[in-house]
Nanobody, 126 residues
Framework: DVQLVESGGGLVQPGGSLRLSCAAS????????MAWFRQAPGKEREGIQA????????YCSDSVKGRFIISRNNAANTLDLQLDRLKPEDTAMYYC???????????????????WGQGTQVTVSS
């Protein structure tokens, strides 16, 4: 099984930036899609962005479009999420995920995730 370990979360002021990273097991398979999700207290887990092995992106959430960008290094088996112009409403636990392979699988749905990371907390506050 793939193991995913996130890092890079923390406390940042509104308007600031963070870069989240996710490292998968070195010998783990490369799923076609990997994705970032987040879950705020009292809310459902939501997809942010997904990216496939050729680098095609799926924008799951309009609320972060233009501010967050996902990237992937297939050789190193890592996944990043650059968060810019952060807002208090971006405060959440952020999760890296590998999406199960299959034709027509929607990568933004939590139900299609095969493996979750443990999460990293992002708090946006002055």
């Amino acid at each position: 099984d793939v193991q995913l370990v996130e890092s890079g979360g923390g406390l940042v002021q509104p308007g600031g930036s963070l870069r989240l990273s996710c490292a998968a097991s070195a010998n783990a398979r490369r799923p076609y899609y990997m994705a970032w999700f987040r879950q705020a207290p009292g809310k459902e887990r939501e997809g942010i962005q997904a990216i496939n092995t050729p680098g095609g992106r799926v924008y799951c959430s309009d609320s972060v479009k233009g501010r967050f960008i996902i990237s992937r290094n297939n050789a190193a088996n890592t996944l990043d999420l650059q968060l810019d112009r952060l807002k208090p409403e971006d405060t959440a636990m952020y999760y890296c995920a590998s999406v199960r392979d299959g034709q027509g699988v929607a990568p933004c749905l939590p139900s299609n995730v095969e493996t979750w990371g443990q999460g990293t907390q992002v708090t946006v506050s002055s």
